[in-house]
């Protein structure tokens, strides 16, 4: 089970958007990396397409794992994931937990 998911609200730990905080759109686990939204902004070159128009664009360029944290759900500070097994026998469920507060994180 990964620690960081597609939808989770993280905060950047190092890097130029040190604090910075956003909901993942894309996790890539072979390369270790995230897309962030609003973080690790680059600018592009585009040429023009039928659907786009030519000039230079801001888009999201993928974060190492590493600097990001999963924000607690209850203040939004980093927090370290742990896991709970919620119920018993065949309903039993490994669930994400907020090591910094204890409460289940969505998704």
Do not use: C, W, Y
Not at 44 to 68: D, F, M, T, W, Y
Not at 82 to 99: I, L, P, T, W, Y
């Amino acid at each position: 089970m990964q620690k960081i998911k597609k939808g989770d609200n993280v905060v950047v730990l190092a890097g130029k958007d040190k604090g910075r905080s956003g909901k993942v759109l894309q996790v890539m686990p072979k390369e270790d990396r995230a897309v962030v939204s609003g973080v690790n902004l680059v600018k592009r070159h585009q040429k023009q397409s039928a659907s786009q128009e030519a000039g230079i664009v801001s888009k999201e360029a993928p974060i190492h794992l590493s600097n990001l944290s999963v924000a607690d759900p209850k203040d939004g500070k980093p927090t370290r994931v742990g896991f709970k097994v919620v119920g018993e026998g065949e309903n039993a469920k490994k669930v994400r937990v907020a090591k910094r507060s204890g409460e289940q994180i969505d998704g």
